[in-house]
């Protein structure tokens, strides 16, 4: 955090890099509250960690995150930060397919719910409810947050999409990917034509679901039928897929582009009754991939897992609800956030790789909920001890060597 100011400008007051770690360090800790600080005032061992004299109260940490906040406007005050504590992750996750490897950036919107409340920018969203909705991007299959902004409730999804994403795509950069090797994914609120030319200037690849609004179902039914293939599918049951490469958005004539169509047609229930009229159900997505229709729709239809980790963040570390009834600062407390989650998800890939694992899991990461209760809440005893704190963890503590392991690589 160098680039933020450590000097203290009186004596007794803290450093921004103080209130930050502090911050971070309640949210790794799955508690967003400010009061929540009041638990660890007199905890030895957090001061030392963080290499503290003492521990701010809760009415100063409101405080200076409200000042913090306002210096965060454009909300990027942490970014560099992020990227540096992302160099230290060895592996993000790649796609891999027949032909190429991908690193996806996954960017979606994600509705925090604020029921009965007056907080600043706290609007009707689209699930019915007053809230924000920010907007997050995720790298690798790992789930590592590269970024997020919060919103007001009522803001679409596209408005600010480019700059966010040019955003995230410059700081993948700065970890050293290259542009070729990243691959872009986002739902139909994004299908906008500035920001496929945004996407084609930045040289990535990008999978976007590609919104029908109110172009006939039959049109697409009789191209597929016409220009594609049809898949194996039960009785009464038709899919067509098929690749337009005619087909493209007002404005991006000029892009190397392609339209995937997927096309369902039903004439029968599952239970072999007859539909008077048939359904057709109709998918459509945007694409530059150099990949045939069935691996394009298969790492779309991959997608969906940041759903998961929008549950880990929010969920997880107990961020339904933003403390603060200021704007600013509850952006500042979802950035500040981002640090946290890393953490907790780079030590729960750490802890996979350890062969002290108590339990052998076959799964390709951990739950954040799951690296809280194993690594974070364990039961330890804080002893001092000739000046020297020790911590002191039971003869009959599963994940002790596990995270010993852990702390040494971290």
């Given at each position: 955090?160098?680039?933020?100011?450590?000097?203290?400008?009186?004596?007794?007051?803290?450093?921004?890099?103080?209130?930050?770690?502090?911050?971070?360090?309640?949210?790794?800790?799955?508690?967003?509250?400010?009061?929540?600080?009041?638990?660890?005032?007199?905890?030895?061992?957090?001061?030392?960690?963080?290499?503290?004299?003492?521990?701010?109260?809760?009415?100063?940490?409101?405080?200076?995150?409200?000042?913090?906040?306002?210096?965060?406007?454009?909300?990027?005050?942490?970014?560099?930060?992020?990227?540096?504590?992302?160099?230290?992750?060895?592996?993000?996750?790649?796609?891999?397919?027949?032909?190429?490897?991908?690193?996806?950036?996954?960017?979606?919107?994600?509705?925090?719910?604020?029921?009965?409340?007056?907080?600043?920018?706290?609007?009707?969203?689209?699930?019915?409810?007053?809230?924000?909705?920010?907007?997050?991007?995720?790298?690798?299959?790992?789930?590592?947050?590269?970024?997020?902004?919060?919103?007001?409730?009522?803001?679409?999804?596209?408005?600010?999409?480019?700059?966010?994403?040019?955003?995230?795509?410059?700081?993948?950069?700065?970890?050293?990917?290259?542009?070729?090797?990243?691959?872009?994914?986002?739902?139909?609120?994004?299908?906008?034509?500035?920001?496929?030319?945004?996407?084609?200037?930045?040289?990535?690849?990008?999978?976007?679901?590609?919104?029908?609004?109110?172009?006939?179902?039959?049109?697409?039914?009789?191209?597929?039928?016409?220009?594609?293939?049809?898949?194996?599918?039960?009785?009464?049951?038709?899919?067509?897929?098929?690749?337009?490469?005619?087909?493209?958005?007002?404005?991006?004539?000029?892009?190397?582009?392609?339209?995937?169509?997927?096309?369902?047609?039903?004439?029968?229930?599952?239970?072999?009754?007859?539909?008077?009229?048939?359904?057709?159900?109709?998918?459509?997505?945007?694409?530059?991939?150099?990949?045939?229709?069935?691996?394009?729709?298969?790492?779309?239809?991959?997608?969906?897992?940041?759903?998961?980790f929008h549950s880990e963040f929010k969920t997880d570390m107990g961020l339904e609800?933003?403390?603060?009834?200021?704007?600013?600062?509850?952006?500042?407390?979802?950035?500040?956030?981002?640090?946290?989650?890393?953490?907790?998800?780079?030590?729960?890939?750490?802890?996979?790789?350890?062969?002290?694992?108590?339990?052998?899991?076959?799964?390709?990461?951990?739950?954040?909920?799951?690296?809280?209760?194993?690594?974070?809440?364990?039961?330890?005893?804080?002893?001092?001890?000739?000046?020297?704190?020790?911590?002191?963890?039971?003869?009959?503590?599963?994940?002790?060597?596990?995270?010993?392991?852990?702390?040494?690589?971290?």
């Amino acid at each position: 955090m160098d680039h933020l100011t450590t000097s203290k400008t009186k004596r007794g007051e803290f450093s921004h890099s103080d209130i930050v770690k502090m911050a971070v360090t309640l949210l790794a800790n799955g508690k967003s509250d400010f009061a929540d600080i009041d638990l660890y005032r007199n905890d030895s061992l957090l001061k030392t960690i963080l290499n503290l004299k003492t521990v701010a109260s809760a009415a100063t940490l409101r405080q200076r995150l409200n000042e913090l906040g306002e210096c965060n406007s454009d909300q990027t005050l942490l970014d560099e930060y992020i990227v540096n504590h992302l160099r230290k992750v060895h592996d993000y996750g790649k796609l891999v397919t027949p032909t190429s490897s991908y690193i996806p950036l996954d960017i979606d919107v994600s509705v925090m719910l604020q029921p009965d409340c007056h907080k600043e920018k706290v609007s009707w969203t689209y699930h019915n409810a007053p809230g924000y909705a920010p907007i997050f991007c995720y790298l690798g299959t790992q789930g590592y947050m590269l970024g997020n902004e919060l919103r007001p409730g009522s803001q679409h999804c596209s408005k600010g999409a480019i700059e966010f994403t040019q955003r995230c795509i410059a700081k993948a950069q700065k970890l050293g990917l290259q542009a070729e090797e990243l691959l872009i994914r986002a739902d139909s609120g994004h299908d906008d034509n500035d920001y496929f030319k945004a996407l084609h200037e930045a040289d990535v690849k990008f999978l976007v679901k590609h919104n029908l609004r109110k172009e006939p179902l039959e049109q697409y039914l009789a191209l597929a039928k016409h220009c594609g293939h049809r898949m194996p599918s039960r009785d009464g049951k038709n899919i067509y897929r098929c690749t337009l490469s005619h087909r493209k958005p007002d404005g991006c004539e000029d892009i190397p582009m392609f339209m995937i169509v997927e096309v369902t047609e039903r004439m029968t229930t599952p239970d072999g009754d007859a539909l008077l009229i048939p359904e057709i159900e109709v998918s459509t997505w945007w694409t530059n991939l150099c990949e045939d229709e069935a691996v394009c729709i298969e790492l779309y239809y991959d997608h969906g897992t940041s759903e998961q980790f929008h549950s880990e963040f929010k969920t997880d570390m107990g961020l339904e609800s933003l403390p603060s009834g200021k704007f600013a600062t509850n952006a500042l407390i979802l950035n500040l956030a981002a640090i946290a989650y890393n953490c907790l998800r780079f030590i729960g890939q750490e802890a996979l790789n350890c062969a002290e694992i108590p339990v052998k899991l076959n799964v390709a990461r951990r739950r954040l909920r799951s690296v809280l209760q194993d690594m974070i809440y364990v039961g330890c005893k804080i002893v001092l001890h000739a000046n020297t704190i020790c911590i002191r963890f039971g003869c009959d503590c599963l994940w002790f060597n596990c995270i010993k392991k852990v702390y040494t690589r971290c």
